[in-house]
């Protein structure tokens, strides 16, 4: 069996996330959504998981951090192309979110951008091509 992420995030409306993160292109697990908790699911290995305050504080003795005010983490999700890369940004700027909080970047093998939530978590999104990234490091390490 592959490796599951679940990427456990505090949140201050449940609703307002959910739909925001159906709008970028999540499905929600009713299996694991209450009034408290939503499974938002990218992918057969990434998932993850919106927690009200109250049910966050459940699983850490540690302050919730401010997301808008300090970096608590930053989460990277691979698409197919730099064209689907595009369409998840122009979809997360639809839905709310704030595009592009950090620089784009484009390496020719790599592209990708970066959304930020209604809550203030920053997702980057990238695209690259594995080949041309092998061959751009193997060209670095022998230079």
């Known amino acids: 069996m592959s490796k599951l992420i679940f990427v456990n995030l505090p ?5 307002r996330a959910v739909a925001f993160y159906e709008a970028v292109g999540a499905v929600k697990n009713e299996q694991f959504t209450d009034h408290t908790a939503a499974c938002m699911v990218f992918s057969e290995t990434i998932h993850v998981m919106l927690l009200t305050h109250d049910k966050f504080r459940q699983f850490t003795p540690k302050p919730i951090a401010d997301s808008k005010a300090a970096t608590e983490v930053l989460i990277c999700m691979s698409e197919e192309s730099r064209e689907a ?8 700027g ?22 930020e939530d209604p809550d203030g978590h920053i997702f980057e999104v ?16 022998t230079a």
């Open 11 to 15: 949140v201050a409306d449940l609703d």
């Open 126 to 141: 990238m695209w690259m091509d594995v080949a041309a990234a092998t061959q751009a490091a193997g060209e670095m390490a």
């Open 94 to 115: 639809a839905a709310g979110g704030r595009i592009d909080p950090g620089p784009k970047q484009d390496y020719g093998f790599m592209y990708g951008r970066s959304f």
């Open 85 to 92: 890369v595009d369409a998840t940004l122009a979809k997360a």
